[in-house]
Every structure is written in C-alpha cells, then in structure tokens.
C-alpha cells in the first residue's frame, strides 16, 4: 500500500515541466493516442493528483508539448544557424554534420509523432508549420548571407532541410562510413555553388 505524504511529497517535485517532458517520451513511444495521465503517472512515480494540480486537462497538457517542442525547436535552429563569426557557408556546411553525424532517435521519434498527430489536428498542425516557417527562414537567410537571391536562397533552404530531415530516415541500415561518405558528397553537392 502507498503512503500518502510519500505521495503527496513525489508529486510536489513533480512540476510542469515533467509533466511534459514525460508527455513528449510517451509521444515518441506510442503517438499522441499513448499520452494519457495515468500513463504519465505511472511513468513519473506519481499520482493522478498532481497532474490536475498544474494542468486543468489532457487538452492542456498535449497544448503546453507543443508549445514546449515549438519553442525548443525554434530556439536550436536559431543557435545552430548564428553566424558567430564564421561565413555563411562555414556555418551551412557545419549544420550538416550536427544532423547527420548521429541520428538523434527519441528526437527524430517526436518529431514524426507530431507531425503525425498534426494530419488531424489543427493545433499540432500550426505548432509544426510554425517551426517549418523558422526552420526555413534561418537556413534561407544563411543563403542568403552567401549572395544568393531571395527566391533562390529560399529555394536552398527548402532543399537543405529536406536533407537535414529526409537523411535522418534513410539508409541506416549502411555502414556508419558509407553512411557518413553519402552525407559528405551530398553535402558537398548541396553546396557545391556558394
């Protein structure tokens, strides 16, 4: 039988924030249909009570995931794509080997789970094209820094986080060399006119 003050206490160091990072796991494991507070609750060592105690429902906890993705994914793209000193083209080519060097699983997990879950609902919907618009306008304006028009750049863009994404789902049954020779001549070829 549990102890109610143990409980009492494990739910109090349990804050939002938990909460959705557990939600965002569960998210990557089972879809958004698998994101349910009992699960969460289970999954923390906690009970159902403390949930209620910072989310008024499932609703506002799924919106507070997205929320937190969004934000998260926006503020990474803007750091990886800060020139900080290096050239335009320094930091695209160094952008590939972030992505590509180690696929990045739990996250590559969330993010198809949310775009998964953005097929039929509008909010997940929006918080994804959000991200998509600031993914797009950061690696735009790298190309852009290197001298390239705006409708060009902008069409680089596109092409390079397709890359970024598309390469993090494919041929990881190749070696880790012949996958890392495939990445580099890619790259190389994305790049080759800057």
């Not at 994914?73 to 750091?79: D, G, H, M, S, V």
């Not at 794509?81 to 083209?89: C, F, I, N, Q, V």
């Not at 998509?132 to 290197?146: E, G, I």
């Not at 070696?175 to 580099?184: G, M, W």
Request: aromatic content about 8%; proline content about 2%.
């Amino acid at each position: 039988m549990s102890d109610p003050k143990s409980d009492a206490k494990a739910d109090a160091r349990t804050g939002e924030e938990s909460w959705i990072e557990a939600g965002l796991e569960e998210i990557a494991r089972t879809g958004v249909e698998g994101v349910r507070v009992e699960v969460l609750a289970k999954n923390l060592g906690v009970t159902k009570g403390g949930f209620y105690r910072r989310f008024r429902d499932r609703a506002a906890l799924l919106e507070a995931m997205l929320q937190h993705w969004s934000a998260n994914r926006i503020a990474t793209i803007e750091k990886h794509t800060s020139l900080d000193g290096t050239t335009a083209r320094e930091r695209l080519k160094a952008l590939i080997p972030q992505y590509a060097a180690r696929v990045n699983t739990e996250g590559m997990a969330v993010e198809l789970a949310i775009r998964q879950w953005a097929r039929s609902d509008e909010l997940a919907a929006g918080a994804a094209t959000h991200v998509d618009a600031a993914r797009l306008k950061n690696v735009a304006n790298l190309f852009r820094a290197t001298g390239l028009p705006a409708e060009e750049a902008d069409a680089q863009a596109f092409l390079f986080y397709c890359f970024i994404f598309g390469q993090g789902l494919m041929f990881l049954e190749q070696s880790p060399r012949k996958r890392a020779q495939l990445v580099a001549k890619s790259a190389e070829t994305l790049l080759r006119h800057l």
